[in-house]
């Protein structure tokens, strides 16, 4: 009796913390607005806040307008985010500067790329950078990226993930809860079946917490490094073809020699276009033409019939003679 008594208790066990489960999945901003845990991942934001403010001088430099912000906003977690596009004068010697900048203010280059234009005997380079910088010295990475070159584009962006943050630590403490009542009833569980459905909920539970930490823990980074992406964009050079007619002959020899060719191109290409389109006419019109003209000169040249007689009967009256 006490067996079944048991049994049936584990069952509503286990049927309590699947409904709990599901509770927290569909209405985790609600578990955010109160209790414990809420009052816990608002703790663990505004320990990053407080983190913040106790940075040394050289870093407050670098984020004067996190300074003129009071304390409320200080303890949001804001994830900084900013765009600029420049020309440069030598996309290399820019590149490698930003890239110093941001390993000297405590940051890393997460991506880059390039791409090398050529025209004629001449090249130029575009490309961008992604910087991740820690977001107290944001501002001050962005003032000197605007100084490295002329700026296009410019433009910044903020997004506040504060009730994020808390309703995932509302939600991985519940989770967390649910597997530590899951692991009692694993050790006191006896029958298969009991132990099998235990285990299976246990390991949904288990992945479900990973998964939150690790979406946890990617608000974080993002939150403590700001995101600056650098376009780069060397000028493009000038084309070889447009100079001075007063001064050609100061054309190179090889800029004159494929100019040259190339318009001996264009004209052969214009030729056979007009060709193509010339001969339907041609076909049309000018064979009936040709053959007229043809037929008119054999004619010409052809004797009549009455000289062909004349002919004849002058040449019988000489044989008679």
Request: charged share 25%.
């Amino acid at each position: 009796m006490a067996r079944d008594r048991r049994r049936w208790l584990i069952a509503v066990a286990l049927v309590l913390l699947v409904a709990l489960a599901g509770c927290s999945g569909s209405g985790g901003g609600d578990a955010g607005g109160g209790g414990a845990p809420a009052t816990a991942a608002a703790e663990d934001v505004q320990d990053q806040g407080t983190a913040a403010e106790k940075s040394g001088d050289g870093e407050r430099a670098g984020s004067a307008d996190y300074g003129a912000q009071d304390g409320q906003t200080r303890q949001r977690a804001l994830v900084r985010t900013g765009t600029v596009a420049l020309t440069v004068d030598d996309y290399d010697a820019t590149r490698r500067n930003l890239t110093q900048r941001t390993r000297a203010y405590g940051g890393f280059v997460s991506d880059t790329g390039e791409q090398v234009h050529t025209r004629e005997n001449r090249s130029w380079t575009t490309g961008e950078l992604v910087l991740r910088v820690p977001k107290e010295n944001f501002s001050a990475l962005l003032e000197e990226t605007k100084r490295a070159g002329e700026v296009r584009e410019a433009s910044t962006g903020t997004k506040d993930v504060t009730d994020q943050l808390v309703d995932l630590g509302a939600r991985l403490e519940n989770l967390r809860n649910q597997r530590d009542q899951l692991r009692e009833l694993y050790e006191e569980a006896n029958e298969t079946e009991t132990v099998l459905q235990i285990q299976e909920r246990l390991s949904e539970v288990q992945t479900e917490i990973e998964r939150l930490e690790a979406q946890r823990e990617s608000l974080r980074q993002r939150v403590a490094y700001s995101t600056l992406t650098v376009g780069l964009n060397e000028p493009e050079p000038e084309s070889s073809a447009t100079v001075d007619p007063d001064k050609w002959y100061e054309t190179g020899l090889l800029s004159a020699f494929v100019s040259s060719a190339r318009g001996v191109v264009v004209v052969a290409r214009g030729l056979a276009v007009g060709l193509a389109y010339a001969t339907p006419y041609l076909l049309a019109f000018g064979v009936p033409v040709v053959g007229a003209v043809a037929f008119w000169r054999r004619r010409q040249r052809s004797p009549r019939p009455s000289a062909v007689r004349e002919n004849a009967q002058a040449g019988d009256s000489n044989d008679g003679e």
